[in-house]
Every structure is written in structure tokens, then in C-alpha cells.
């Protein structure tokens, strides 16, 4: 089945930095690439997501890149604020497959 | 996006008793949702698909007579937690999917004494 591995698991930055967050996967069929923000004791929220025709996507501060040939996909946070502080999950979604499979996550903190 | 309604979002129990949660998509109707469980500090770690009129589809590993789950219409899907014991104290997540976006539930605390 689908492996997917992320780092780092911790990430600490200044307000106003960027965040880079990377994430590969192990099966080539995968198609479907989303991020997911999590504040403690809350739900999963979609941020972003990318499919496997696309190389690069953004939304405002966020963007998602995805080399398909090397099997790997980071989140980029630009301009970083203390409300991004978050647990921010990696997930791929095999073709033919409804499921995700979800990376160990990382915690991200943006210092005032 | 889509709306997923989770309920309850805590709830203490004795052990021995059985739990049901609920999970409800608002705004649209879904054919497949999922159940996840969640310990501190750790990833989604899937534990079935529920599928609306049918089955349940469990990972290997997770006991379907401990964990029942029924989808019984296109915007409810519910899992019990049968004869709870403290290990099964967990943070439980349902999501709904909308064509394959995965929208997820608030979640459910659960405390087994």
C-alpha cells in the first residue's frame, strides 16, 4: 500500500518567514495531494490541494508543488503568522482508491 | 466546502458500556465516509469506509465487532463503540467525502472510566 513520509515533524519560525513542509510518497498511481491544517482538539481543515496533472498551485500565502518523477509534494507558507501555528498533515490518495493515507504530521509555530 | 457534523464531541463512559457517534453531512449527501482514530500527537490512522447501504469496509487490525458501524442513509453514518474499555479512549474523526475531497467532523473525545 501507499507510504507516505513527512518532514520535519516539528518546524519552528519567526513571524513574517517562510515555512516549508515536504512529504514523498511510494506509489506512483497516486493522484490527489492535500494538506490539511489541524489546531489542537479541532478538526482537519482542506488548505490545499494539488492533483497529479498539476506541478505547482497557490492560494494567496500557501502553495503546494508536486514532483511526480522524484515522488514528493512540500507545502510553502509564505509570510508566516502566529495564527499558522498549527499540525499540518501530508496525505496522498492512490488511483482507483477513495482512501488517504496520511503523513505522521508536523507542528508547526510561528514566534511572534 | 461541505459541512460534516460530528456528534457528540465528548463524551465519559464506564467501561463495559456502549458509545455511539454520529456523524452527519449538512449540505449534501454521501455516498462514502470514513472513520478515523486519533491518539495525542500522532496521525489519522484509518479504521474503516462506511458505504451507504452496504457493509463497512475495516483495516486490518481493527476489530469490526468492537467498532460497528452503520450507514444507513446518504447523510449519516454512525459508529459504536461496543463494551468500551479505557484503551479504546481515543480522539475518533469521521470525514465525508464530496467527489474525492475529504471533509472532515469536529471529532469525538471519548473517555472510558
Known amino acids: 500500500g501507499e507510504n507516505v513520509e513527512q518532514h520535519p515533524s516539528t518546524l519552528s519560525v519567526q513571524e513574517g518567514d517562510s515555512a516549508v513542509i515536504k512529504c514523498t510518497y511510494s506509489d506512483s498511481a497516486s493522484n490527489y495531494f492535500p494538506w490539511y491544517k489541524q489546531e489542537l482538539g479541532k478538526r482537519p481543515q482542506l488548505i490545499i490541494d494539488?492533483?497529479?496533472?498539476?506541478g505547482e498551485k497557490k492560494d494567496q500565502r500557501i502553495a503546494v508543488t508536486l514532483n511526480k518523477t522524484a515522488k514528493h509534494f512540500s507545502l510553502h507558507i509564505t509570510e508566516t503568522q502566529p495564527e499558522d501555528s498549527a499540525v499540518y498533515f501530508c496525505a496522498a490518495k492512490g488511483a482507483g482508491s477513495y482512501q488517504l493515507t496520511f503523513g505522521k504530521g508536523t507542528k508547526l509555530s510561528v514566534i511572534p | 466546502g461541505a459541512v460534516v457534523s460530528q456528534h457528540p464531541s465528548w463524551v465519559i463512559c464506564k467501561s463495559g458500556t456502549s458509545v455511539k457517534i454520529e456523524c452527519r453531512s449538512l449540505d449534501f449527501q454521501a455516498t462514502t465516509m470514513f472513520w478515523y482514530r486519533q491518539f495525542p500527537k500522532q496521525s489519522l490512522m484509518l479504521m474503516a469506509t462506511?458505504?451507504?447501504?452496504?457493509?463497512?469496509?475495516?483495516e486490518q487490525g481493527v476489530e469490526k465487532d468492537k467498532f460497528l458501524i452503520n450507514h444507513a442513509s446518504l447523510t449519516l453514518s454512525t459508529l459504536t463503540v461496543t463494551s468500551a474499555h479505557p484503551e479504546d479512549s481515543s480522539f475518533y474523526i469521521c470525514s465525508a467525502l464530496v467527489w474525492d475531497i475529504q471533509y472532515f467532523g469536529a471529532g469525538t473525545r471519548l473517555s472510558v472510566l
Open positions: 462506511s458505504n451507504e447501504g452496504s457493509k463497512a469496509t475495516y
Open positions: 494539488i492533483r497529479s496533472n498539476v
